[in-house]
């Protein structure tokens, strides 16, 4: 039997959660899972057993969910420009990539004692953070291990990200959009701002037409842009 401890936080913000669980915890592997998988018995040892491979700093493992097609491939878990994760999560392959899978993985505690804590001010649903905690990770020089050893099953919960897009499609992207920019400022150019925030305002109409809200609602998506960037500021200081 593995000994646990539940911590419980008055904040609600993955991110948080997460760096509280890292500065608390005893181990050499750190290992961060959502609440709507379930994982092989042999999980944990797969974690373990690929982070002896050399300059690795993060592994993933497969994860499949009802729907996903087969797939072969590794040209998966790769990181936009604007940086959304391009999927195929669910790929039987072993091989390097770009970004850790949200759902499982673990990272060295050397590695988050040198890359620093997950960023708090990604907002909502937190989507960017594991590619920006990942871009952490790679300037290092690690590397980030995607596994087929085992695989865990991923079963979408209620007012998860799917349904929270549908549903409340103008806080959902007013958030994507914070995110958006936040991780845009920290890991790319910002002359190319010129390019990323047309690109936002274009994404709010197509969405705010998609979910009925009108142009008031495609404007608070878009203020998300400037929340983000505003974040970014505030966080220089």
């Known amino acids: 039997r593995v000994p646990m401890r539940i911590e419980r936080l008055d904040v609600k913000n993955r991110a948080i959660a997460k760096s509280i669980g890292a500065s608390r915890a005893r181990g050499e592997i750190f290992l961060f899972c959502d ?3 379930v994982a092989p018995a042999d999980f944990v040892e797969t974690h373990v057993r690929n982070h002896r491979s050399a300059g690795v700093g993060g592994v993933s493992c497969r994860v499949l969910e009802e729907g996903l097609p087969p797939l072969r491939s590794t040209n998966i878990c790769k990181v936009t420009f604007y940086g ?3 999927s195929g999560f669910q790929s039987d392959v072993v ?3 770009r970004s850790l899978v949200g759902g ?3 990272v060295k505690r050397a590695t988050f004692l040198e890359a620093g804590y997950f960023d708090s001010g990604f907002r909502g649903t937190a989507i960017f953070e594991e590619q920006d905690y990942s871009e952490r990770i790679r300037s290092l020089g690690q590397s980030i291990l995607f596994t087929n050893e085992c695989a865990v099953w991923h079963f979408p919960q209620k007012k998860g990200n799917l349904d929270t897009r549908k549903t409340f499609p ?3 992207y007013r958030d994507f959009h ?5 991780y845009f400022l920290k890991n790319r150019p910002r002359i190319f701002l010129v390019l990323a925030v047309p ?3 274009l994404r709010s109409f197509r969405q705010a037409g998609i979910g009925g809200v009108g142009l008031r609602g495609a404007w608070t998506m878009f203020a998300g842009v400037f929340e983000g960037i505003a974040s970014y500021y505030r966080s220089l200081r």
């Open 35 to 37: 609440d709507d998988i």
């Open 84 to 86: 959304r994760m391009r």
């Open 95 to 97: 091989c390097r990539v």
């Open 104 to 106: 499982n993985m673990s």
């Open 170 to 172: 103008v806080e959902y």
């Open 178 to 182: 914070h995110n958006e920019m936040l």
């Open 199 to 201: 690109f936002c305002l």
